[in-house]
């Protein structure tokens, strides 16, 4: 059976696939290792494909022994399949530093690491992977092997610290990286839950193609896994001859060099001070700039005071080598060409036109090489901070300036050049450097800030996908972070801490004078001091998370930034301190009235899925688990004719009453503190219409107590709002009341179940089920949940349609921008659909203020 379980790969054609399985894998694969994927199979089911594949793991094993690899590290365990595939491949002597997050996973394969007799070769570390890795480093740890599967999108923060940690000749294997194979896919034929990764590993696998830290293989076993083999360290200052060309530049400044020394000269030879002042500059300046033959060259004019003729056979001769060499980076023949026409014709006729020629053959080759890139602003940005040979391009008057300055100095100053004033010119020429690297700084800002290359991209938007350093030019963060701003000219300022679906919320934004500023911060959760720095100091809204704690502080540091509004992208507002907004003046939006039906729908599905035991059953089937059919295999319950309990009937509660109703002719029992005169006319008439076509009418009540509706119903869903009252409101006591094969859904607020009560009611109560969509303490769940199979979780997805979720930051940003631009409140909030139409200006107003009385509007 072990051999039918299903493994992750990017191979196509399944039979290809299980032919290399059957034949070169699955034979040679340690019992230990199939009883392990045979354990992770039974306890996670899909989560499984997680595990790393079996020819995968003889790769890795067969590496170990091929590389002698002793002490090895291993980021990312889950349930121990490559952890045990190394531990039995590694000598006795062998060790392993493993690290997860997840020891409960960990403990999963820990039975079967005791019983081949190699625990003793496993150091497990339980901790988040940077974190371990830094104390790593910090302890000076240097590993034979190091290999990675754990969060993708740290891939790159993990590759640099694993160069520190593996040796030279060393090897790191990093997993998934061509994630399924959905790295060479367009975006939109990938599974939405599957792009964040796709996108982070195309990112790394770029990075990866060109580190020359390490020699670089991509193997398509699995779903892709990359090997690095790590080269020898060079000094930093050593860092720029790595190549064979890198080598012969050097060797072209010493030969120039020595004809300094040797070259003959009309002028009386130097004064031993003056050759041995020149002498520690050259060294000096060559251990900076190996690569710069301008250097050997500027030696030579101030030096030797060269004729013309002299200088010019000298200069033409390292022109060409220049040109051979490397025509596109040192740029020695522009310069020394330069030098030349200089001679002829007026320099600042020839520096003014090499200059025109030269950038405008640069920008040319760097569009050419980056016609993939959709968006120019964003490639142009990449370009500017990650790319210093771009600046040498953008102030290439710093490498002509140079040569032409010193020709002049030499012509008509002949006693300017003298040791005594040489320190005076270095410095002007170094001070004539930072100014026009600087006022290229300046006109690049100016460019991207007023969209001049917009004719290659989106005119208001610029992508800034590498840390940005503070300048008020680009933001008011006070500290670096990767942000999308649209329509930088803006006149107020609006910061939303996540990106959110749609393009229509930041349209509406720019359309009234705001610049928007986008959070890409890879983080799930952004702490207060994340959010203090997005704020800045200057920031008129924010449009922020359920997910984040706003309170005193945050709301502190946005008044003092001079902002007006938050809004939360939910109708929730649990996580925000209204009075601590109050206190500061500031308006707090929330976004009801758009994920009413969305909402219901999923905690219909959940309904259903729990009571066909629709997962379990999926997660049978993927476990190649089905031998044929079977009368008890799945049995489940029939909601026809059954009773469903809301308790909460508002709007949400409302409408998935009427689902489960209509839907599948179930009897209503409710309980809420106010009557639902329209959901029990509803129930009242489609009774009345089941009644009049010969069925069996269904019924409604309203219950008078909470435990009512728990004792009497078959179906249970949770509508009430979160507050001190409803904390922990289905206790250990209260599920004690429900009937033994009833079904709890919970999609309003984690809290109002005590979930570790719930935990230990499933345990005792196989038949009882629950769908949640909420956890008490998110994005974590109480432990033994995750392993309940009559439990069914998803992470809070029940606004997650496409229509409602870009309704609600619709709706989110109308808020902000409301209240900036002074406009009234919306009479009804739960009414909002006309700023819903996309195809009418929304109005002029707030849709949804919760402390506007107490603001005074």
Request: charged residues 20%; glycine residues 6%.
């Amino acid at each position: 059976m072990a051999n039918e379980i299903p493994t992750k790969g990017i191979l196509k054609t399944e039979a290809l696939k299980h032919y290399i399985l059957e034949t070169s894998a699955y034979p040679r694969e340690h019992e230990l290792l199939k009883e392990l994927r045979k354990a992770t199979v039974q306890k996670y089911g899909n989560l499984s494909e997680m595990e790393v594949p079996v020819d995968e793991g003889l790769l890795l094993s067969m590496l170990f022994k091929i590389t002698n690899a002793k002490n090895t590290l291993e980021l990312g365990v889950f349930t121990g399949y490559s952890l045990l595939s190394t531990a039995l491949a590694l000598p006795d002597d062998g060790r392993i530093t493993a690290i997860d997050i997840d020891k409960e996973a960990y403990e999963v394969g820990l039975e079967f690491i005791k019983k081949a007799g190699v625990d003793h070769k496993i150091n497990f570390i339980h901790s988040d992977g940077i974190k371990a890795l830094d104390q790593l480093v910090k302890d000076k740890k240097e590993f034979d092997f190091a290999f990675a599967d754990a969060d993708k999108s740290n891939y790159v923060n993990f590759h640099e610290r694993l160069l520190k940690l593996v040796k030279v000749g060393g090897i790191i294997a990093f997993d998934n990286t061509l994630w399924f194979g959905f790295v060479a896919e367009d975006e939109e034929g990938v599974p939405e839950h599957m792009r964040e990764y796709r996108k982070a590993l195309i990112e790394f696998n770029k990075k990866l193609a060109l580190d020359t830290r390490v020699e670089v293989s991509q193997i398509s076993i699995g779903d892709g896994v990359t090997l690095c083999r790590r080269l020898k360290q060079i000094h930093d200052y050593r860092k720029h001859i790595e190549t064979s060309e890198g080598y012969m530049r050097v060797v072209l400044n010493c030969v120039a060099f020595v004809l300094l020394c040797v070259s003959p000269t009309k002028h009386s030879s130097p004064s031993f001070i003056s050759s041995a002042f020149v002498v520690m500059l050259w060294m000096a300046g060559a251990l900076v700039y190996l690569t710069k033959p301008r250097l050997a060259i500027t030696v030579i004019i101030c030096t030797r005071k060269l004729e013309l003729d002299s200088f010019l056979l000298l200069s033409s001769s390292v022109s060409t080598f220049g040109a051979v060499l490397d025509m596109v980076t040192d740029r020695v023949s522009t310069a020394c060409l330069l030098v030349i026409l200089s001679q002829v014709y007026r320099p600042s006729l020839v520096f003014l036109s090499l200059l025109a020629l030269d950038i405008a053959s640069h920008w040319l080759q760097m569009y050419s090489s980056h016609k993939d890139v959709k968006d120019s602003t964003s490639w142009l940005f990449r370009l500017y901070y990650g790319n210093r040979i771009f600046m040498c391009y953008c102030c290439v008057s710093c490498e002509v300036l140079y040569i032409i300055l010193l020709l002049i100095a030499n012509n008509q100053t002949e006693n300017l050049l003298n040791v005594s004033s040489l320190p005076s010119l270095l410095l002007c020429l170094l001070s004539t450097q930072l100014l026009m690297k600087r006022t290229a700084h300046l006109v690049l800002s100016r460019i991207m800030d007023t969209s001049a290359l917009s004719r290659y991209g989106e005119p208001k938007v610029l992508s800034f996908e590498t840390p940005l350093h503070r300048n008020t030019l680009f933001s008011a963060m006070s500290k670096p972070v990767a942000i999308e701003v649209y329509n930088p000219n803006g006149k107020y300022r609006v910061v939303s801490t996540k990106p959110m679906p749609g393009t229509r919320w930041i349209n509406l934004l720019v359309d009234q004078g705001c610049r928007v500023e986008i959070c890409h911060l890879k983080k799930t959760i952004l702490s207060v001091e994340d959010i203090i720095d997005l704020i800045g100091n200057r920031c008129d809204g924010v449009i922020g998370q359920l997910t984040e704690d706003w309170g005193e502080t945050l709301f502190s540091a946005l008044s003092k930034a001079g902002g007006k509004a938050f809004s939360n992208m939910a109708v929730g507002y649990n996580n925000v301190d209204v009075e601590a907004a109050n206190k500061y003046g500031i308006a707090v939006g929330n976004t009801p009235g758009v994920l009413t039906e969305t909402t219901a729908e999923l905690a219909a599905s959940l309904s259903l899925a729990a009571a066909r035991r629709i997962v379990e059953a999926d997660g049978f089937m993927r476990a190649g688990l089905y031998e044929g059919w079977l009368p008890h295999l799945f049995v489940g319950n029939l909601l026809k004719g059954q009773t469903v309990g809301v308790i909460g009937a508002g709007r949400i509660g409302s409408a998935y009453a009427r689902m489960m109703v209509e839907g599948f002719k179930m009897n209503l029992i409710y309980f809420d503190l106010y009557q639902s005169t329209r959901l029990e006319k509803f129930v009242t008439a489609y009774g009345q219409f089941l009644k009049a076509n010969g069925e069996q009418p269904v019924t409604w009540k309203r219950a008078s107590s909470m435990e009512e509706v728990l004792r009497e119903a078959d179906l249970i869903s949770l509508h009430p709002v979160l507050d001190k009252t409803t904390y922990h409101l289905v206790n250990k006591e209260r599920l004690a009341m429900m009937k033994k094969e009833a079904i709890l859904v919970n999609c309003s607020r984690g809290p109002v179940i005590d979930e570790e009560a719930l935990v230990n009611h499933l345990r005792e109560n196989p038949m009882f089920r629950v769908g949640l969509d909420v956890f008490e303490e998110e994005p974590f769940m109480k432990p033994g949940l995750a392993d309940m199979k009559n439990a069914i979780v998803v992470p809070h997805i029940a606004s997650a349609s496409k229509w409602t979720r870009e309704g609600m930051a619709t709706l989110a940003a109308l808020n902000v921008v409301g209240r900036i631009k002074g406009y009234p409140i919306w009479s009804d909030p739960n009414r909002v659909d006309p700023f819903l139409n996309e195809n009418a200006s929304p109005p002029n107003a707030s849709p949804s203020i919760v402390n506007s009385k107490a603001l005074g509007n």
